[in-house]
């Protein structure tokens, strides 16, 4: 399943953001959304977890939740031709 989180922290990077949703279950993939220019975070992202159930229990308990004093939001990604991969189209959040 695939989940969107925005809110991110300028500072939070993929390993870190891995480690936090690893603690619900295994990660297949995760991506932090970079400025093509400066390459710094947008501050969002999507993470796609292997199993369902604990992406859900992420979603559940962290969206709203405090994350470096920032209010992040987490929930199912609307899939727009984000595959997880090589695909450079997909999401555009301008």
Not at 10 to 37: H, M, N, Q
Not at 69 to 91: L, M, Y
Request: aromatic share 10%; with cysteine; net charge negative.
């Amino acid at each position: 399943m695939k989940v969107f989180i925005a809110g991110l922290p300028l500072e939070v990077d993929e390993a870190e953001l891995t480690a936090v949703f690893g603690d619900f279950g295994p990660v297949k993939s995760l991506r932090i959304i970079k400025d093509r220019e400066t390459k710094e975070s947008k501050g969002f992202g999507f993470v796609e977890m292997v199993n369902e159930d604990e992406a859900k229990e992420a979603i559940r308990c962290m969206n709203g939740a405090s994350y470096y004093g920032r209010r992040i939001t987490v929930n199912v990604a609307e899939d727009k031709g984000f595959s997880g991969g090589g695909n450079k189209g997909g999401f555009r959040h301008n």
